[in-house]
Protein backbone atom coordinates (compact mmCIF):
# COMPACT_ATOMS: atom_id res chain seq x y z
CA UNK A 1 0.00 0.00 0.00
CA UNK A 2 1.48 3.21 -1.12
CA UNK A 3 0.53 6.52 0.62
CA UNK A 4 -0.01 8.28 -2.45
CA UNK A 5 -2.12 4.87 -4.43
CA UNK A 6 -4.81 5.95 -7.47
CA UNK A 7 -3.23 9.99 -6.70
CA UNK A 8 -2.08 11.96 -10.29
CA UNK A 9 0.20 14.50 -9.75
CA UNK A 10 1.93 16.95 -11.89
CA UNK A 11 5.38 18.22 -10.28
CA UNK A 12 7.07 20.86 -12.51
CA UNK A 13 10.92 21.39 -12.45
CA UNK A 14 11.07 17.68 -11.36
CA UNK A 15 13.91 17.27 -13.80
CA UNK A 16 16.29 17.51 -11.33
CA UNK A 17 17.06 18.26 -7.51
CA UNK A 18 13.97 18.47 -5.60
CA UNK A 19 11.59 18.31 -8.13
CA UNK A 20 13.06 14.87 -10.02
CA UNK A 21 12.87 13.75 -5.81
CA UNK A 22 9.75 14.60 -5.29
CA UNK A 23 8.24 13.00 -8.69
CA UNK A 24 10.39 9.70 -7.74
CA UNK A 25 8.85 9.20 -4.28
CA UNK A 26 5.69 10.18 -5.51
CA UNK A 27 5.54 7.04 -8.23
CA UNK A 28 7.16 4.94 -5.62
CA UNK A 29 4.14 5.52 -3.04
CA UNK A 30 1.75 4.77 -6.22
CA UNK A 31 0.92 7.88 -7.90
CA UNK A 32 1.08 8.60 -11.46
CA UNK A 33 3.39 11.38 -12.29
CA UNK A 34 3.57 13.83 -15.33
CA UNK A 35 7.21 14.79 -14.81
CA UNK A 36 7.56 18.49 -15.71
CA UNK A 37 10.71 20.04 -16.71
CA UNK A 38 12.24 22.11 -19.79
CA UNK A 39 15.89 21.00 -18.78
CA UNK A 40 17.11 25.25 -17.92
CA UNK A 41 20.26 26.56 -17.00
CA UNK A 42 20.25 27.74 -13.71
CA UNK A 43 19.54 30.96 -14.68
CA UNK A 44 16.79 30.13 -17.30
CA UNK A 45 18.76 31.74 -19.90
CA UNK A 46 19.29 28.44 -22.31
CA UNK A 47 17.81 24.73 -21.86
CA UNK A 48 20.00 21.89 -22.33
CA UNK A 49 19.06 17.81 -22.68
CA UNK A 50 15.95 15.92 -21.71
CA UNK A 51 15.81 15.81 -17.86
CA UNK A 52 11.80 14.86 -17.74
CA UNK A 53 11.85 12.14 -19.78
CA UNK A 54 15.42 10.31 -18.11
CA UNK A 55 13.31 10.99 -14.84
CA UNK A 56 10.05 9.68 -15.94
CA UNK A 57 11.98 6.71 -17.70
CA UNK A 58 13.68 6.12 -14.63
CA UNK A 59 10.33 5.92 -12.88
CA UNK A 60 9.00 3.44 -15.36
CA UNK A 61 11.90 1.31 -14.89
CA UNK A 62 11.37 0.87 -11.07
CA UNK A 63 7.51 -0.03 -11.92
CA UNK A 64 6.30 3.46 -11.56
CA UNK A 65 3.96 5.46 -13.70
CA UNK A 66 5.24 8.87 -15.40
CA UNK A 67 4.85 10.54 -18.09
CA UNK A 68 7.18 13.29 -19.45
CA UNK A 69 6.53 17.07 -20.17
CA UNK A 70 8.46 19.66 -21.40
CA UNK A 71 7.11 22.90 -21.03
CA UNK A 72 8.39 26.01 -20.19
CA UNK A 73 5.68 26.49 -16.95
CA UNK A 74 5.57 30.78 -18.02
CA UNK A 75 3.41 29.86 -20.99
CA UNK A 76 -0.04 29.95 -20.56
CA UNK A 77 -1.20 27.86 -23.14
CA UNK A 78 1.44 25.30 -22.70
CA UNK A 79 0.51 24.45 -19.10
CA UNK A 80 -3.34 24.45 -19.76
CA UNK A 81 -2.20 21.34 -22.14
CA UNK A 82 -0.07 19.92 -19.10
CA UNK A 83 -3.12 19.54 -16.76
CA UNK A 84 -5.26 18.25 -19.97
CA UNK A 85 -2.30 15.62 -20.24
CA UNK A 86 -2.56 14.71 -16.43
CA UNK A 87 -6.57 14.06 -16.87
CA UNK A 88 -5.98 12.55 -20.27
CA UNK A 89 -3.18 10.01 -19.44
CA UNK A 90 -3.99 9.01 -15.86
CA UNK A 91 -7.72 9.81 -15.56
CA UNK A 92 -8.07 12.76 -12.99
CA UNK A 93 -5.86 15.08 -11.22
CA UNK A 94 -5.05 15.24 -7.37
CA UNK A 95 -2.35 17.19 -7.24
CA UNK A 96 0.15 20.33 -8.40
CA UNK A 97 3.43 20.59 -6.80
CA UNK A 98 5.46 23.70 -8.56
CA UNK A 99 8.98 23.33 -8.02
CA UNK A 100 10.38 24.73 -10.94
CA UNK A 101 12.88 27.72 -10.53
CA UNK A 102 15.79 29.87 -11.76
CA UNK A 103 18.48 32.05 -10.04
CA UNK A 104 19.69 35.33 -11.41
CA UNK A 105 20.64 37.11 -8.24
CA UNK A 106 22.07 40.39 -8.17
CA UNK A 107 21.64 43.30 -5.66
CA UNK A 108 18.68 45.92 -6.37
CA UNK A 109 20.54 49.03 -7.33
CA UNK A 110 22.27 46.63 -9.50
CA UNK A 111 19.41 44.29 -10.98
CA UNK A 112 18.23 45.08 -14.77
CA UNK A 113 14.21 44.82 -15.67
CA UNK A 114 15.11 41.34 -17.61
CA UNK A 115 17.00 39.82 -14.32
CA UNK A 116 13.43 40.66 -12.47
CA UNK A 117 11.35 40.40 -15.16
CA UNK A 118 12.55 36.18 -15.70
CA UNK A 119 12.53 35.28 -12.33
CA UNK A 120 9.35 36.69 -11.19
CA UNK A 121 8.19 35.02 -14.86
CA UNK A 122 9.26 30.69 -13.83
CA UNK A 123 8.41 31.00 -9.68
CA UNK A 124 5.33 33.39 -9.92
CA UNK A 125 3.68 33.84 -13.15
CA UNK A 126 4.69 29.91 -13.53
CA UNK A 127 2.85 28.57 -10.18
CA UNK A 128 -0.20 31.22 -11.28
CA UNK A 129 -0.42 28.98 -14.78
CA UNK A 130 -0.80 25.50 -13.73
CA UNK A 131 -3.14 26.56 -10.61
CA UNK A 132 -5.12 28.53 -13.00
CA UNK A 133 -5.82 25.39 -15.19
CA UNK A 134 -6.19 22.93 -12.25
CA UNK A 135 -8.43 24.72 -10.40
CA UNK A 136 -11.21 24.70 -13.47
CA UNK A 137 -10.63 21.02 -13.47
CA UNK A 138 -11.14 21.17 -10.03
CA UNK A 139 -13.92 23.62 -9.84
CA UNK A 140 -15.55 21.39 -12.17
CA UNK A 141 -14.97 18.24 -10.13
CA UNK A 142 -15.70 19.67 -6.88
CA UNK A 143 -15.21 17.58 -3.93
CA UNK A 144 -12.01 15.18 -4.72
CA UNK A 145 -8.99 15.72 -2.18
CA UNK A 146 -7.25 17.92 -4.81
CA UNK A 147 -3.72 19.72 -3.46
CA UNK A 148 -1.38 22.66 -4.48
CA UNK A 149 2.08 22.93 -3.27
CA UNK A 150 4.37 26.02 -3.52
CA UNK A 151 8.23 25.25 -3.31
CA UNK A 152 9.09 29.07 -1.87
CA UNK A 153 12.27 29.98 0.10
CA UNK A 154 13.42 31.18 3.05
CA UNK A 155 14.95 33.84 0.84
CA UNK A 156 11.83 35.55 1.04
CA UNK A 157 11.06 34.90 4.41
CA UNK A 158 13.90 36.44 6.04
CA UNK A 159 15.41 38.78 2.83
CA UNK A 160 18.30 37.61 1.15
CA UNK A 161 20.54 40.65 0.53
CA UNK A 162 21.22 39.70 -3.07
CA UNK A 163 17.92 38.50 -4.69
CA UNK A 164 15.39 41.10 -4.65
CA UNK A 165 13.82 39.46 -7.39
CA UNK A 166 13.93 35.59 -5.99
CA UNK A 167 12.43 36.83 -2.91
CA UNK A 168 9.93 38.69 -3.99
CA UNK A 169 8.74 35.99 -6.06
CA UNK A 170 8.51 33.50 -3.49
CA UNK A 171 6.53 35.78 -1.18
CA UNK A 172 4.23 36.47 -3.86
CA UNK A 173 3.68 32.50 -4.11
CA UNK A 174 2.65 32.69 -0.39
CA UNK A 175 0.16 34.84 -1.55
CA UNK A 176 -0.98 32.60 -4.39
CA UNK A 177 -1.06 29.82 -1.79
CA UNK A 178 -2.72 31.90 0.54
CA UNK A 179 -5.52 33.44 -1.86
CA UNK A 180 -6.11 29.66 -3.29
CA UNK A 181 -6.62 28.53 0.14
CA UNK A 182 -9.41 30.68 0.68
CA UNK A 183 -11.06 30.26 -2.17
CA UNK A 184 -10.62 26.81 -3.48
CA UNK A 185 -11.47 25.00 0.01
CA UNK A 186 -15.19 24.63 -1.07
CA UNK A 187 -14.22 22.53 -3.84
CA UNK A 188 -11.88 20.08 -1.92
CA UNK A 189 -8.15 21.90 -2.39
CA UNK A 190 -5.75 22.93 0.24
CA UNK A 191 -3.25 24.83 -0.75
CA UNK A 192 0.73 24.69 1.48
CA UNK A 193 4.16 26.16 1.17
CA UNK A 194 7.09 24.60 1.32
CA UNK A 195 10.93 26.31 2.27
CA UNK A 196 12.94 23.61 1.46
CA UNK A 197 16.89 23.60 1.99
CA UNK A 198 19.21 21.16 -0.27
CA UNK A 199 22.33 20.76 -1.65
CA UNK A 200 21.37 20.79 -5.45
CA UNK A 201 23.08 22.47 -8.27
CA UNK A 202 21.24 25.75 -6.49
CA UNK A 203 22.90 25.91 -3.28
CA UNK A 204 26.12 24.23 -4.96
CA UNK A 205 27.84 27.79 -5.01
CA UNK A 206 27.55 27.60 -1.17
CA UNK A 207 29.64 24.85 -0.91
CA UNK A 208 31.81 25.66 2.17
CA UNK A 209 30.89 29.27 2.17
CA UNK A 210 27.68 29.31 4.44
CA UNK A 211 28.16 30.26 8.27
CA UNK A 212 24.70 28.12 9.28
CA UNK A 213 24.73 25.14 6.90
CA UNK A 214 27.45 22.48 5.41
CA UNK A 215 26.70 22.43 2.56
CA UNK A 216 28.22 19.43 0.76
CA UNK A 217 27.44 16.56 -1.52
CA UNK A 218 28.73 14.18 1.24
CA UNK A 219 26.40 15.62 3.71
CA UNK A 220 23.30 13.37 3.67
CA UNK A 221 21.29 15.63 6.09
CA UNK A 222 21.33 17.99 3.07
CA UNK A 223 20.12 15.09 0.40
CA UNK A 224 16.99 16.06 -1.19
CA UNK A 225 15.38 12.98 0.41
CA UNK A 226 14.71 14.75 3.64
CA UNK A 227 12.81 17.15 1.73
CA UNK A 228 10.46 14.60 0.33
CA UNK A 229 8.35 13.53 3.51
CA UNK A 230 6.08 17.02 4.52
CA UNK A 231 5.28 17.36 0.73
CA UNK A 232 4.06 13.53 0.41
CA UNK A 233 1.99 14.24 3.71
CA UNK A 234 1.08 16.99 1.73
CA UNK A 235 0.13 15.52 -1.46
CA UNK A 236 -1.84 12.81 0.53
CA UNK A 237 -5.33 12.13 1.85
CA UNK A 238 -4.02 12.46 5.52
CA UNK A 239 -3.63 16.31 5.42
CA UNK A 240 -6.90 17.33 4.40
CA UNK A 241 -6.96 19.63 7.99
CA UNK A 242 -4.08 21.71 7.07
CA UNK A 243 -4.80 24.35 4.56
CA UNK A 244 -2.82 28.06 3.91
CA UNK A 245 0.01 27.24 5.63
CA UNK A 246 4.06 27.16 5.09
CA UNK A 247 6.57 23.70 6.36
CA UNK A 248 10.08 24.68 6.35
CA UNK A 249 12.26 21.19 5.99
CA UNK A 250 15.53 20.05 5.16
CA UNK A 251 18.36 19.55 6.59
CA UNK A 252 16.77 16.93 8.71
CA UNK A 253 14.45 19.07 10.25
CA UNK A 254 10.57 19.98 9.32
CA UNK A 255 9.17 22.60 11.22
CA UNK A 256 5.49 24.69 10.79
CA UNK A 257 5.83 28.16 10.04
CA UNK A 258 3.64 30.34 12.42
CA UNK A 259 0.35 32.03 10.28
CA UNK A 260 0.96 35.82 10.32
CA UNK A 261 -0.53 37.85 13.40
CA UNK A 262 -0.10 41.12 15.28
CA UNK A 263 2.53 41.04 17.70
CA UNK A 264 1.93 44.68 19.19
CA UNK A 265 -1.17 47.17 18.54
CA UNK A 266 -2.03 50.62 19.26
CA UNK A 267 -5.32 52.10 19.38
CA UNK A 268 -7.20 55.35 19.05
CA UNK A 269 -11.08 56.10 20.11
CA UNK A 270 -11.31 58.13 17.13
CA UNK A 271 -8.70 59.62 14.77
CA UNK A 272 -5.47 59.45 15.03
CA UNK A 273 -3.31 63.01 16.07
CA UNK A 274 0.13 62.19 14.06
CA UNK A 275 2.14 63.36 16.99
CA UNK A 276 0.54 60.90 19.29
CA UNK A 277 0.37 57.96 16.61
CA UNK A 278 4.44 58.74 16.24
CA UNK A 279 4.66 58.57 19.94
CA UNK A 280 2.67 55.14 20.66
CA UNK A 281 4.63 52.90 17.53
CA UNK A 282 8.19 54.60 18.49
CA UNK A 283 7.34 53.11 22.11
CA UNK A 284 5.20 50.35 21.75
CA UNK A 285 6.76 49.08 18.64
CA UNK A 286 10.45 49.44 19.35
CA UNK A 287 10.13 47.63 22.42
CA UNK A 288 9.34 44.23 19.58
CA UNK A 289 11.37 45.12 17.39
CA UNK A 290 14.65 45.55 18.71
CA UNK A 291 14.49 43.82 22.22
CA UNK A 292 12.52 40.71 21.04
CA UNK A 293 15.31 38.55 23.20
CA UNK A 294 15.45 39.37 27.07
CA UNK A 295 18.76 38.22 26.35
CA UNK A 296 19.75 41.26 24.29
CA UNK A 297 20.40 44.60 25.73
CA UNK A 298 18.87 47.47 24.47
CA UNK A 299 20.99 49.67 22.89
CA UNK A 300 22.31 52.20 24.50
N1 LIG B 1 17.96 23.82 -3.04
C1 LIG B 1 17.58 24.59 -2.03
O1 LIG B 1 18.21 24.60 -0.92
C2 LIG B 1 16.39 25.47 -2.17
C3 LIG B 1 16.13 26.42 -1.15
C4 LIG B 1 15.01 27.21 -1.23
C5 LIG B 1 14.12 27.06 -2.30
N2 LIG B 1 14.39 26.15 -3.30
C6 LIG B 1 13.43 26.04 -4.38
O2 LIG B 1 13.14 24.67 -4.61
C7 LIG B 1 12.89 24.45 -6.00
C8 LIG B 1 13.83 23.36 -6.55
O3 LIG B 1 15.15 23.81 -6.44
P1 LIG B 1 16.41 22.89 -6.78
O4 LIG B 1 17.44 23.25 -5.79
O5 LIG B 1 15.99 21.48 -6.92
O6 LIG B 1 16.85 23.52 -8.20
P2 LIG B 1 17.29 22.82 -9.59
O7 LIG B 1 17.92 23.91 -10.38
O8 LIG B 1 18.07 21.58 -9.32
O9 LIG B 1 15.89 22.40 -10.24
C9 LIG B 1 15.01 23.33 -10.79
C10 LIG B 1 14.41 22.71 -12.04
O10 LIG B 1 13.43 23.63 -12.59
C11 LIG B 1 13.49 23.54 -13.99
N3 LIG B 1 12.96 24.75 -14.62
C12 LIG B 1 13.49 25.99 -14.60
N4 LIG B 1 12.73 26.84 -15.32
C13 LIG B 1 11.68 26.13 -15.80
C14 LIG B 1 10.57 26.45 -16.60
N5 LIG B 1 10.38 27.71 -17.05
N6 LIG B 1 9.68 25.48 -16.90
C15 LIG B 1 9.87 24.19 -16.46
N7 LIG B 1 10.93 23.83 -15.70
C16 LIG B 1 11.83 24.77 -15.37
C17 LIG B 1 14.99 23.38 -14.30
O11 LIG B 1 15.22 22.85 -15.60
C18 LIG B 1 15.44 22.47 -13.16
O12 LIG B 1 15.47 21.12 -13.55
C19 LIG B 1 13.05 25.81 -6.68
O13 LIG B 1 11.80 26.45 -6.80
C20 LIG B 1 13.93 26.57 -5.72
O14 LIG B 1 13.75 27.96 -5.86
C21 LIG B 1 15.50 25.37 -3.26
Redesign the pocket.
Known amino acids: MGKLDGRVAVV ?9 EVARTFAAEGASVVV ?5 S ?1 D ?1 SS ?1 EGT ?1 AEEVAEEIKRAGGKAIANN ?4 DFEATEQMIRQAVETFGGLHIVV ?6 RDGMIFKMDERQFDSVIA ?2 LK ?1 SFNTTRHASVYWRENRGGEYRLIY ?5 GLWGAPAQPN ?1 AAA ?1 MGMVGLSNSCASALAGYGVTSNCI ?9 ASLEGKSTTMNYSPDNEKLS ?1 KNVVPPVVWLASEESSWMNGRIIQC ?1 NGRIGLFNSPAIEREVTTPGVWDLDDAFEEMNTTFRDAVEYPNPFRKPRA
Open positions: TGAGRGIGANDLGAMGTPCDVTNVAGIIVHGFISGSYKAPVAYTRMTTG
